[in-house]
């Protein structure tokens, strides 16, 4: 997904992070997808384990049926997600000291966190903060409803269909271009993107369709993508090492315990990692928010 | 994966292909509500409770970090104060000590001058007072031997010297003689 251009030497240090972060980002989802892959088909000439289909992602609906709010599992644990994630922190704010507690200094942690090591790190301390609020809607709620990918009984990340994702994107999207109209006007937006300065100009019958193409599209588009693939890719790696710890422990009889045993152990090693990949997940897209808000800003 | 799609289609409602990155009306309505309200609680609740918070902290702290110094500062002062008004009072006590001692021995002197003068009067008068009886001493000696003598003489010579300037005449040519005698002792 190198869709930029650009050499990542030439740019400042924000940047090139950032292109590390995309990069390692990138490997990480292939090893995922390729395992994911790997296994399922191992796991189908198995027979009797329960393979996970992508219709886990769009279960029946359970009301409203038909209307446009219909409603099924992935969304009822979205709808719950919001609701926790929103009295919690309610309850947090209204709970809010001088002298915090144990649980209003993590939840300080998680907020300065986005102020301090996103924002203002990316967007600088005088640019940062009308975007603090926007920034932190992003992260803390793509982290709630990456989170309920490991919870049981929930067991699925309302992220993992499209629809969350690509509102956020859109999110983001609207976001960098009203920080660019914001900071050079309509046409000087549109010049600064599309018509970078220094260089001359017959190269612009080129650049102006990647820069359209770059900016407009695959940046929405990646964001949408990476989240979702993130948290799919996780539900199914997850669902297939809990199904196939069930089939060697329960239905495979006991000479595959041992099996059984590697498998239950890769099941409680990925339920970590899928917490991990939950909160950056979150870090990524809100950083990567900051940076198309800051390369919007400083366009020249 | 492609087998596994394959597998589920039919059973399921899953889309396919691009279908999946477009989401039905009511995911994106539902989608839109769940992240309206966060965004809301957040906006409008969550972080403003906390930017007030730590701007109070902040707030707390810097008030804190000045009084300290202020405090710091009048201490700084007080000592400063106290160590002058220390060194004064040590200045004093001692120009108060070097003045009663020069008073002092003012004082000493004064009696002292007073003392060898008094002596020298009792002196003198103790002088003055020997020689007057000395003096009437030596009259009412003179007078008694005289008459001793006039006595005596008149005894051993008789009437012949009854007559009264003869007596004095001879009663001082007896002293004269009597006065050169011890003279010449002497």
């Known amino acids: 997904m190198g869709y930029d251009f650009r050499d990542p030497h030439q740019l ?29 088909l191992a796991a189908g000439e198995g027979g009797g384990i329960h393979i996970p289909t992508m219709d886990e992602f769009f279960p029946p609906a359970i009301a409203f049926e038909g209307t446009i709010f219909e409603f099924n599992r992935v969304t009822f644990v979205r709808i719950l997600a919001t609701v926790v994630l929103c009295v919690v922190f309610w309850i947090l704010a209204n709970r809010a000291r001088l002298v915090p507690g144990r649980a209003q200094s993590i939840a300080e942690m998680g907020l300065d966190f986005v102020r301090v090591n996103i924002a203002e790190e990316v967007l600088g301390k005088n640019h940062a903060r009308p975007y603090v609020p926007l ?17 049981p009984l929930l067991n699925i990340s309302s992220n993992s269909v499209v629809a969350v994702p690509l509102l956020l994107a859109v999110a983001s999207f609207v976001a960098f271009i009203v920080a660019g ?19 001359p100009w017959p190269l612009y019958f080129i ?10 599209i695959l940046r929405p588009a990646t964001l949408t993508i990476r989240l979702m693939s993130n948290m799919l890719a996780g539900h199914l790696l997850l669902v297939l090492f809990f199904a196939m710890t069930h089939y060697f422990f329960v239905e495979a009889g006991p000479a595959f315990a041992a099996v059984g045993v ?39 | 994966m492609i087998d596994a799609t394959v597998i589920a289609a039919g059973e399921g409602n899953a889309p396919e292909g691009v279908m999946m990155f477009v989401p039905p ?17 957040f906006w409008k609740k969550v972080l403003p409770a906390f930017t007030r918070i730590l701007d109070e902290r902040a707030e707390l702290i810097q008030g804190g970090i000045a009084k300290a ?64 009886e000395q003096q009437q001493a030596s009259q009412a000696l003179r007078a008694e031997v005289g008459s001793l003598a006039t006595e005596l003489a008149s005894r051993i010579v008789g009437e012949a010297l009854a007559d009264s300037a003869r007596q004095s005449r001879v009663i001082d040519r007896f002293l004269d003689e009597l006065e050169s005698t011890t003279v010449d002792r002497t």
């Open chain 1, 207 to 216: 650049l102006a369709p990647i820069e359209v193409l770059s900016t407009f």
């Open chain 2, 69 to 132: 110094e202020t405090a710091q500062a009048e201490a700084q002062e007080a000592l400063e104060e106290y160590t002058r008004q220390l060194a004064e009072a040590r200045a004093e006590a001692g120009r108060i000590r070097e003045a009663a001692r020069a008073e002092g021995a003012t004082i000493i002197e004064e009696l002292r001058t007073k003392a060898s003068q008094d002596a020298a009067r009792i002196l003198e008068n103790a002088q003055r007072q020997i020689e007057a």
């Open chain 1, 181 to 199: 109209i914001r900071a050079h006007g309509v046409f000087g937006y549109v010049r600064t993107t599309l018509f970078p300065s220094g260089v």
């Open chain 2, 25 to 41: 009306l009511e995911e994106v309505v539902w989608s839109a509500l769940a992240l309206v309200v966060i965004a809301l609680v």
């Open chain 1, 262 to 300: 590697v498998t239950f152990g890769a099941s409680i090693a990925f339920t970590v990692f899928e917490i991990f990949i939950s909160a950056l997940q979150a870090y990524i897209f809100t950083l990567l928010t900051a940076v198309y808000i800051n390369l919007s800003q400083e366009a020249h």
């Open chain 1, 12 to 40: 400042g240090p924000t940047t090139r992070c950032l292109w590390r972060a995309r990069a390692a980002d990138d490997l990480g989802e292939c090893a995922l997808i390729t395992a994911a892959t790997d296994l399922l």
């Open chain 1, 135 to 151: 920034l932190t809607t992003m992260f803390f709620a793509i982290f709630a409803l990456n989170i309920t990918g490991v919870l």
